[in-house]
């Protein structure tokens, strides 16, 4: 490691509620020298930041790219080159769909030190508020996290072999292919009224839920005009959702400063 050089820590900010934060996380925010934060990243989290704590905003929204991948490597590299404390604050966890292991590769080519703090993934939070757990005995024995939108040209999913591998599926940036999925599980084996939720803006006080099964998902999205950011839950775990109680934020952002 070059000893002039500052440390990065990749941070995850968890699914949205600021409360689902890890106290490892508040910690380095209250000691960075500069943060850099994503679009899923819940703001009422940078109020832990000192008042010299430079913010920068680097997140990437559908065809809106702030930063493309290549210059955000550059800019942690220029930021620990000042000898700096960085916090690359990420939505969710960091190593799931979150090109954590990208960042870190650049830092490793450039002998910058760096330090992964893992956060809550929305896989798991943003069904549970929702009251769906994403396993249950005797209903889902396995789960597979799984992107619908893999990287151009490779590694893509497989999905009508998921349909049979797999009893709960949870899909991050699977909202403009719904429907091409869900017909692709039911080409694999999955019933056509497999129940399919899609969740938007999970963990925070304006999420929202839409069920449907995976042959009306398209239709039922269509008709309501349903839009990113939102996770696809598809199994029978989504009809718990009817029994179980949803979970509603209930702290206000200014008793979180005081923390
Ligand atoms: C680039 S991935 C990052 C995932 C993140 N690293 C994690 O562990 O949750 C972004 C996708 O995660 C899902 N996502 C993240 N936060 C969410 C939230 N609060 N509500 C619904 N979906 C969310 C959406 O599918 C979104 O398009």
Redesign the pocket.
């Known amino acids: 490691m070059n000893p002039k050089y500052g440390k990065v820590w990749l941070v995850?900010a968890g699914?949205?509620d600021a409360d689902l934060v890890s106290v490892k996380a508040v910690k380095l925010l209250k000691q960075a020298d500069v943060v850099l934060y994503d679009y899923?990243v819940n703001k009422e989290l940078l109020e832990y930041c000192s008042a010299s704590c430079e913010r920068l905003y680097v997140g990437k929204m559908k065809d809106k790219h702030t930063y493309p991948q290549d210059d955000l490597n550059e800019l942690l590299v220029h930021y620990a080159g000042k000898g700096q404390n960085i916090v690359r604050l990420?939505?969710?966890?960091?190593f799931?769909?979150?090109r954590g292991v990208e960042e870190i590769l650049t830092l490793i080519e450039n002998g910058i030190d760096y330090e992964v703090v893992p956060?809550i993934?929305?896989?798991v939070a943003?069904p549970a508020y929702m009251g769906i757990p994403v396993t249950a005995r005797h209903v889902a024995s396995s789960v597979t996290f799984v992107t619908g939108h893999p990287a151009k040209g490779k590694n893509s999913v497989d999905w009508q072999a998921l349909a049979k591998a797999s009893d709960t599926l949870v899909v991050?940036?699977?909202v403009s292919n719904a429907q091409r999925i869900a017909n692709e599980l039911i080409i694999g084996g999955k019933k056509n009224e497999t129940p399919v939720a899609l969740?938007?803006?999970?963990?925070?006080p304006q999420q929202e839920m839409l069920t449907a099964t995976l042959e009306t998902i398209g239709e039922a999205m269509a008709d309501r005009g349903f839009m990113?950011?939102?996770?696809m839950v598809i199994g029978e775990v989504v009809n718990f959702s009817n029994q179980l109680k949803p979970i509603i934020q209930s702290i206000k952002p200014q008793e979180i400063s005081h923390v």
């Open positions: 995850g699914p949205g899923l990420k939505g969710g966890d960091p799931v769909f979150g956060g993934t929305s896989g943003v991050y940036m699977g969740i938007r803006w999970g963990t925070y990113p950011p939102a996770l």
